[in-house]
């Protein structure tokens, strides 16, 4: 089947200038990248459906970004996707109206998923789930498309392929149908990238990854890729107990109580590493 072409969720936003990072010395502790991969050229990862998608990269050169991040051990393990971490000189989540630098970063190979760590706690951590919903099931996006906090709502089309850029190797992800948005609005949803979605039992499902710039598909990270990049950092001691979404209603009280928790929170990339 011929590829669909999807727009990035980089987040190119002018919020990012008016953060300050904060750190304890002058220069920061260097940030450490791992890569985690469990591909390899006798295993590799089976494809889940002949349905693929392109994802469109970027060609200008790297630039300052925002994504969203989301708590999942309450010891300060964040999960974001990949593409926002990616290149970056340093990483700081959003905490009190600063970017508060983190130390660590394990990057999938597999899927668009990262694994932040080291300098921000959460006093409370989000559910994840390996399973996938089945088709036709509603999906709770959540995240800061243009740098606000936004709830999407999707319908599950189901499990399908993407690939990132020329040359790149196909990832597992879940296609969405989207529905609605509050606030309401129909402009691009970059930003919300890194995200978690939901699924009606109250698992965290996947990590937002890309999406059309115009109303139409979202792409997720595969459940399945997601937790075996969360089991491999061994930084996750926790599992959070999950509570089914009783409607629209309910989904969008806990996302803005997760917000006002600091669960799901702004992230953002700082390229360059000079003074």
């Given at each position: 089947?011929?590829?669909?072409?999807?727009?990035?969720?980089?987040?190119?936003?002018?919020?990012?200038?008016?953060?300050?990072?904060?750190?304890?010395?002058?220069?920061?502790?260097?940030?450490?990248?791992?890569?985690?991969?469990?591909?390899?050229?006798?295993?590799?990862?089976?494809?889940?459906?002949?349905?693929?998608?392109?994802?469109?990269?970027?060609?200008?050169?790297?630039?300052?970004?925002?994504?969203?991040?989301?708590?999942?051990?309450?010891?300060?393990?964040?999960?974001?996707?990949?593409?926002?971490?990616?290149?970056?000189?340093?990483?700081?989540?959003?905490?009190?109206?600063?970017?508060?630098?983190?130390?660590?970063?394990?990057?999938?190979?597999?899927?668009?998923?990262?694994?932040?760590?080291?300098?921000?706690?959460?006093?409370?951590?989000?559910?994840?789930?390996?399973?996938?919903?089945?088709?036709?099931?509603?999906?709770?996006?959540?995240?800061?498309?243009?740098?606000?906090?936004?709830?999407?709502?999707?319908?599950?089309?189901?499990?399908?392929?993407?690939?990132?850029?020329?040359?790149?190797?196909?990832?597992?992800?879940?296609?969405?149908?989207?529905?609605?948005?509050?606030?309401?609005?129909?402009?691009?949803?970059?930003?919300?990238?890194?995200?978690?979605?939901?699924?009606?039992?109250?698992?965290?499902?996947?990590?937002?990854?890309?999406?059309?710039?115009?109303?139409?598909?979202?792409?997720?990270t595969a459940p399945d890729a997601m937790m075996r990049l969360v089991?491999?950092?061994?930084?996750?001691?926790?599992?959070?107990?999950?509570?089914?979404?009783?409607?629209?209603?309910?989904?969008?009280?806990?996302?803005?109580?997760?917000?006002?928790?600091?669960?799901?929170?702004?992230?953002?990339?700082?390229?360059?590493?000079?003074?």
């Amino acid at each position: 089947m011929a590829g669909r072409r999807f727009g990035c969720l980089p987040g190119l936003l002018g919020i990012i200038l008016a953060l300050l990072w904060i750190s304890e010395v002058t220069k920061p502790t260097p940030l450490h990248v791992e890569a985690f991969d469990p591909r390899s050229p006798r295993r590799p990862m089976p494809q889940w459906s002949d349905e693929s998608f392109v994802i469109e990269e970027r060609t200008e050169a790297p630039a300052d970004s925002m994504g969203t991040t989301f708590a999942i051990d309450r010891d300060g393990a964040w999960l974001t996707a990949e593409h926002v971490t990616h290149g970056c000189a340093r990483v700081g989540i959003e905490q009190g109206g600063f970017a508060r630098p983190v130390s660590r970063l394990v990057e999938s190979r597999e899927a668009d998923a990262a694994l932040v760590r080291g300098g921000v706690a959460s006093d409370h951590a989000l559910p994840l789930s390996d399973r996938m919903p089945p088709p036709g099931s509603v999906g709770y996006h959540m995240g800061f498309p243009g740098g606000q906090p936004t709830l999407v709502i999707s319908e599950l089309i189901g499990a399908a392929r993407a690939r990132r850029g020329a040359g790149q190797d196909t990832q597992p992800v879940l296609a969405w149908a989207e529905h609605a948005r509050i606030p309401m609005g129909d402009g691009t949803l970059s930003g919300i990238s890194g995200g978690p979605v939901f699924a009606e039992d109250g698992h965290v499902v996947g990590v937002n990854s890309a999406a059309t710039d115009r109303r139409g598909r979202i792409l997720t990270t595969a459940p399945d890729a997601m937790m075996r990049l969360v089991v491999a950092s061994r930084a996750v001691g926790e599992r959070p107990v999950a509570y089914p979404f009783l409607d629209l209603a309910d989904a969008h009280a806990r996302f803005q109580s997760w917000l006002a928790q600091g669960v799901i929170r702004r992230i953002f990339c700082d390229v360059d590493d000079g003074p």
